[in-house]
């Protein structure tokens, strides 16, 4: 707005003002008002259409995104949290937009983690034998040299590990998430050590640090301050960083489910 119209409007407001202390002119102050009244209205049913149109738009997003989403028992949550998700996303409120897709993930995982019969000698037998990889050259899957077990390369101990050690209740979230990267979103044949999942695992991991957002109370370790203070400085590019994520995730373990 120009400072000529600007100045403009100022005088006639000035000019309404003085018409409306004058009792003669009531009637014009009434109907003014009703004016008013109507404009706000109006502008507030607009402004609830477009609310309306935006909420209607993300419910077709999170619809279309598990459409083809295998784990039909969990769907409707997880499209009630990926709504809430991209709500937030919208309110540029990174904490809850975090805990939100964190939702996603840990409710996939804890629900495949569900179908693993830790007691089963199958599974100890699997979690006892050594990690397997694709060799490119011989193109087949190979047992790793290395001496690297699958019990080992889930719960990050290298000592051996006994049956007793996979105990249902000895699995954090972190070694749920490890076992359905392996055997759920790598399919079983991944390499130890292998960048690609460390990288999987650590933009999972920097997901579930920000989820610890919504948990305050207790002191950060010296870990956990180091990426809070690299990634919310940085939140608006960890918004597409982690939207990423998700997409690959939930496509990698549809693809592979049964």
Request: charge should be neutral.
């Amino acid at each position: 707005m120009s400072e000529n119209k600007k100045e403009s409007l100022e005088k006639l407001l000035l000019f309404i003002s003085d018409i409306c202390k004058d009792d003669e002119n009531a009637w014009f102050a009434k109907d003014l008002s009703l004016m008013v009244n109507k404009v706000n209205a109006s502008n507030k049913n607009i402004d609830s259409i477009y609310e309306y149109c935006i909420k209607e738009i993300i419910k077709d997003q999170a619809l279309n995104f598990y459409k083809d989403f295998k784990l039909i028992e969990i769907k409707p949550k997880l499209i009630d949290d990926f709504i809430r998700m991209e709500q937030f996303k919208r309110e540029d409120n990174f904490e809850d937009f975090c805990l939100a897709m964190f939702q996603q993930i840990e409710n996939i995982v804890i629900h495949l983690f569900s179908k693993f019969d830790l007691n089963s000698k199958v599974f100890n037998d699997a979690a006892l034998s050594l990690i397997s990889r694709y060799n490119p050259n011989e193109k087949k899957i190979v047992r790793d040299k290395n001496g690297i077990t699958i019990g080992n390369f889930i719960f990050q101990k290298y000592k051996e590990l006994r049956p007793i050690d996979v105990r249902r209740e000895t699995w954090y979230y972190s070694n749920k998430f490890r076992a359905v990267l392996y055997y759920n979103y790598f399919n079983e044949t991944i390499e130890y050590k292998t960048k690609v999942f460390d990288d999987i695992y650590g933009i999972g991991n920097e997901l579930y640090q920000m989820r610890n957002l919504n948990h305050r109370g207790s002191n950060l370790s010296s870990y956990q301050e180091k990426m809070y203070n690299e990634i919310v400085p940085n939140h608006n590019k960890y918004y597409f960083k982690f939207l990423g994520f998700l997409e690959d995730f939930v496509s990698e373990i549809n693809k592979n489910l049964h």
